[in-house]
Every structure is written in C-alpha cells, then in structure tokens.
C-alpha cells in the first residue's frame, strides 16, 4: 500500500531547519505485514529530541529513515501469528519491541533486549527487514522500529500496547515515550517514595513527565529547573512545589530541601547538567541521567569523592526501565484519576505537511516546544 511520511535523507545541522528543511513529506510503499507484525493507522505521533538527535547526526542511524517514535493509533490488519491486538483496537506504540524470550526481557528489562537493539539499530523491525520503499524502489529505512510520521506503519506486535477506546489519542501517544521514560525514570530508576525529597532539571516532555510522576509518587518538595519561564510555570501548575532557573537553582534547591534532594533526575542530556544534579543532591542521594546526549561527549566536572567520599549514586535510566504491557495501564490509571495530566504537556496540533514539520524541529532546537503532536492521518478533533 500506499502511505505519506516524513523522511530524512541527509544528516542535517544549518539552523533554522525551518529554512533548511532537512526533512521532507513523501509517499512510501509500505509491505503488508509478515509474521508477528501489524497495520496501524497513526492518530497521533509526537515530536521529540530524539528524532531531532537523528536529524542532526546526534544519534547515528542509517539512512534514509522514515522518521517518527512516539505514537498512538488504530491496528488495521494483522498477519500471520499476532495474538496481542486484533483490527481495530486502540494502541500506544513502544520504541523498544522486547522480544520477551531473552535474559533482559524474562528479568523484567525490555529496554535492553538485544534483538530490539539490533532491529532498531539496522532500521528494520523486529521480525524481518524494512518493509518502506521509495517511488525509485529503494530501502527508507524504520526509526526504532515505528516510523510514525506517517499514515500507515508496519510494526512488530511487540511494538503495541492496546489502551481503551475513550482514551483519547492526544493523550495515548504520549505514553509511548515522554511517560514511559521521564516518570520510568522516577517511579521504576529512583524507586522514590512518599515524602522524599526530588528535583528535575530540564522541562521538555520527557522532565516534565518526570515530574508527573514524582508528584504522584509523592515527592515533598518537587523542584523544578529550566531557563525557560513558561516551562517552569507549567512545571508549577502539574505539581511541582518550587521553580528556579538554572543559575537559581543550586542555592534554591539547598534552601528548599535543606540541604540537598534526595534524588535529582536529568532529563536534558549535557554532562554539565548531570554535574549541576550531582552538586544537587544530599550526602547518599541519587542521580538518575535520563537525558539523551550526544555520542562522544564525556563527563568531567563530577567529583570523584562524591561517591566513595559522599555516598551519592549516578544512575543511567533507558526507557524509564519501563516493563510497557505493565506500565503504560498503570500510568493510565493514574492519569484516570487526576494525578498524571498528560494533556498538558500537548502544546500544539500540525499536519503531516513539509513546512511544519521542519518548522516543529526548530522549535524542538531551540527549547521552546514541550511536546507537539502530528496529525498523519486527520483523525485528531480540529
């Protein structure tokens, strides 16, 4: 069949991608699904760093690529062997499609399977190669084994997580990776509990989930940090106790926390951010890095007494070691009863058009997006 998606071709650095247009809407020939695999029609997919990291070289992956990682929609045909969804369900769509048979998946760890590792890494899904081809017939490849700027995926059953029909899919994308990796980072990495001290540095959609779920877990106080004022206002507004900027921040979080927090979660991606959170914590507290920074770039200004000599802890946090089949239900009921209001971090509907799509990366790149949702296939309310 068939479908429009949004394709990078080359990597792509010039500013403003607005006027660069790195990537492009095309139409695609998509296979119909193998073994183990789905149809789904996408109803919403969400703009996130991580597919601007691909953009700009950040995160290297094979290209072409159809891009896009962040999703819901509605599972149109299934192929031989699927048992998890059946036509017509509504699904979130996972990035990282365990295979459920290795020691990572069977200990609880989907994120780290490596046979997803491979699949995403070659651009191909989990059961078999790239089923995206250009009109000249050539491979376009998959990005994480999802490729949601589009219509119309083939994905891995592994790749779904059926959610209830009235739960609207502005909401459900988000569950797909902003939820599963900021509040994962919280609730699953930091393992916080009620009445402990935490902070977040760095507000987009991945922090402010980490917020999201420190204050449903019940952190006391929940501190905020990012340059931008409209981020930290709407950090204040989801439940945060306490708002600075960066340069603020040091001085406020010690006043406020008495001391150090607890836990600190770096949701940006910059060394010197997680050394900001190491100075941010108490004697014994913990770091959880959930930031995704580029390729190459080390960590520097961490002292090593901290450790030894202070007992703090730096974690690394994939995926919010998220288990989806089992998150993303309890995620949602949190979000049923008013303590995860996603919808707020939806700041903007757009087509599947060229131009705005290149122009939602720029917003991404220059930190004024949280989190913008693509409409592939008109099934989003106007």
């Avoid at 139409?27 to 760093?49: M, Q």
């Avoid at 340059?227 to 040091?250: C, D, I, M, N, Q």
């Avoid at 007494?305 to 309890?330: C, H, N, T, W």
């Avoid at 971090?345 to 004024?368: I, M, Q, R, V, W």
Wanted: charged share 15%; net charge negative.
């Amino acid at each position: 069949m068939r479908t429009r998606a949004a394709v990078l071709r080359e990597v792509c650095t010039a500013r403003p991608y607005g006027t660069s247009a790195p990537v492009e809407v095309e139409e695609l020939e998509l296979g119909a699904p193998r073994e183990g695999e789905v149809l789904v029609r996408i109803a919403a997919a969400g703009l996130c760093h991580s597919d601007l990291s691909v953009v700009n070289g950040d995160r290297v992956r094979p290209l072409p690529m159809a891009l896009g990682h962040e999703a819901a929609g509605v599972v149109e045909e299934t192929g031989p062997g699927v048992s998890r969804v059946a036509a017509g369900d509504h699904v979130v769509l996972v990035f990282v499609p365990g295979c459920g048979h290795c020691a990572s998946c069977a200990e609880g760890r989907p994120a780290f399977c490596p046979a997803a590792a491979e699949a995403n890494g070659s651009g191909g899904l989990l059961h078999g190669p790239s089923l995206l081809r250009d009109t000249a017939g050539r491979t376009v490849h998959h990005q994480l084994g999802v490729s949601a700027f589009s219509q119309h995926v083939v994905v891995a059953q592994e790749s779904l997580v059926p959610v209830p029909d009235d739960v609207p899919f502005t909401v459900a994308a988000l569950f797909g990776c902003a939820v599963l990796t900021g509040a994962g980072a919280v609730v699953n990495t930091a393992g916080l509990r009620p009445g402990q001290s935490a902070v977040v540095f760095g507000l987009g959609g991945v922090g402010l989930s980490a917020v999201l779920g420190a204050r449903a877990a019940g952190a006391s106080p929940l501190v905020a940090v990012d340059p931008v004022p409209a981020k930290r206002e709407l950090a204040l507004r989801l439940g945060a106790s306490h708002a600075f900027t960066p340069e603020e921040a040091a001085e406020g979080v010690a006043d406020v926390t008495g001391g150090g927090a607890r836990f600190a979660v770096e949701a940006v991606g910059s060394p010197s951010v997680v050394a900001a959170c190491m100075a941010a914590v108490a004697r014994d507290g913990t770091v959880v890095s959930a930031g995704l920074p580029a390729p190459g770039r080390m960590l520097d200004s961490v002292p090593a007494l901290a450790f030894a000599g202070e007992g703090k802890s730096l974690v690394g946090s994939y995926m919010g070691d998220a288990v989806p089949q089992r998150d993303i239900p309890r995620y949602l009921g949190l979000w049923r009863a008013g303590l995860m209001p996603v919808e707020e971090l939806h700041t903007g509907t757009l087509p599947l058009a060229t131009g705005e799509l290149n122009e939602a990366l720029e917003a991404l790149a220059d930190g004024s997006a949280i989190r913008r949702l693509l409409d592939p296939s008109g099934m989003l309310p106007a």
